[in-house]
């Protein structure tokens, strides 16, 4: 049974941290790229933050950039996202996705929430 677990979400004060996790199970954690989403009532889903299968690469949408990391540990079949300097805006719930590229196989998280505000 394929399985994406998120967790680590959770309300926190401005200029906090939080670290999400996202755990694998039921697929080859290492052969996906992994992605985290969020959306926010009222909002579209926008991507967060990717890492590749390998490790290699990652990317950032410009809102988090500096302030977000994302990382893999495929020993663990488990994703990162360590969020610094959290500001209102992150406010939203963050979703765990992991894409086979080019194989059109794709897989959803049920989302974890994280709530910023004083």
């Known amino acids: 049974q394929v399985q994406l677990v998120e967790s680590g979400g959770g309300s926190v004060q401005p200029g906090g941290s939080l670290r999400l996790s996202c755990v694998a199970s039921?697929?080859?954690?290492?052969?996906?790229?992994i992605r985290w989403y969020r959306q926010a009532p009222g909002n579209q889903r926008e991507l967060v933050a990717a890492i590749s299968f390998t490790g290699r690469y990652t990317n950032f949408a410009d809102s988090v950039k500096g302030r977000f990391t994302i990382s893999r540990d495929d020993a663990k079949n488990t994703a990162y996202l360590q969020m610094n300097s959290l500001i209102p805006e992150d406010t939203a719930t963050y979703y765990c996705?992991?894409?086979?590229?080019?194989?059109?196989?794709?897989?959803w998280g049920q989302g974890t929430q994280v709530t910023v505000s004083s």
């Open positions: 996705n992991a894409e086979r590229t080019g194989y059109g196989v794709a897989y």
């Open positions: 039921g697929f080859t954690f290492s052969s996906y790229a």
